[in-house]
């Protein structure tokens, strides 16, 4: 019972082992070339970073670096291919007899444009419900808006909120700045005790500089 399981195994075996030399036949027979190069954009000014260059269904491949600069083993006969999100699908045929064993390329990439179709976007599923929408629509008038923000209590909220300005800010640190110097030369002098301030109020009053008018 167990002999066509045994004989089913075998022969699976077998097909891998004549595989995998036939493979490895097929690769000792081909010279091994190294790819490298530098990927453009289309105007050849910029280089192209990232781009995917692989060989398909052989398990080899790698990116372009920061300035599109590559490097690849290959064989010869092998299709690499090169592409990128936004770029078209570019590919290399490596010759079948090369005498060196390096290729270099410089290789311009073009822009893949796809151009959709003009898409309308309405706020409604059809006309009728938007003109509708429209005539009940409550139309508030500008002027009354412009009139409410522009009254005296509006403008001295906002004068209350304000920040101090640049030359405010500069005033008061230069105060400041003025303050600490002088308190760094003995104790800051009073005015209430001092004798010019006290001669000057008082011909002040006798002059009726504080009478109201």
């Given at each position: 019972?167990?002999?066509?399981?045994?004989?089913?195994?075998?022969?699976?075996?077998?097909?891998?082992?004549?595989?995998?030399?036939?493979?490895?036949?097929?690769?000792?027979?081909?010279k091994v070339i190294q790819l490298?190069?530098?990927?453009?954009?289309?105007?050849?000014?910029?280089?192209?970073?990232g781009v995917n260059i692989y060989v398909?269904?052989?398990?080899?491949?790698?990116?372009?670096?920061?300035?599109?600069?590559?490097?690849?083993?290959?064989?010869?006969?092998?299709?690499?291919?090169?592409?990128?999100?936004?770029?078209?699908?570019?590919?290399?045929?490596?010759?079948?007899?090369?005498?060196?064993?390096?290729?270099?390329l410089i290789l311009t990439m073009e822009v893949d444009e796809i151009a959709l179709a003009e898409i309308m976007v309405m706020p409604y599923p059809t006309e009728e419900e938007f003109k509708k929408?429209?005539?009940?629509?409550?139309?508030?008038d500008p002027m009354s808006i412009s009139r409410s923000n522009m009254s005296p209590e509006m403008l001295l909220r906002w004068a209350e909120s304000m920040p101090a300005s640049g030359g405010e800010n500069f005033r008061y640190f230069q105060q400041g700045q003025m303050l600490q110097n002088q308190d760094l030369y003995g104790p800051r002098p009073l005015r209430i005790l001092d004798?010019?301030?006290?001669?000057?109020?008082?011909?002040?009053?006798?002059?009726?500089?504080?009478k109201s008018k």
């Open positions: 019972m167990k002999l066509p399981k045994l004989t089913y195994l075998f022969s699976l075996l077998g097909l891998i082992f004549l595989s995998q030399t036939a493979f490895s036949q097929d690769t000792q027979d081909k490298s190069g530098i990927i453009l954009n289309a105007d050849s000014t910029d280089a192209v970073p398909p269904k052989k398990g080899r491949g790698t990116a372009s670096g920061r300035f599109g600069y590559f490097s690849m083993p290959v064989l010869e006969g092998d299709s690499v291919v090169f592409s990128f999100i936004g770029l078209k699908k570019q590919t290399f045929k490596v010759p079948e007899k090369v005498e060196s064993d390096r290729i270099s929408a429209v005539i009940a629509m409550n139309v508030v004798p010019f301030a006290w001669s000057q109020f008082i011909r002040s009053i006798k002059r009726g500089d504080l």
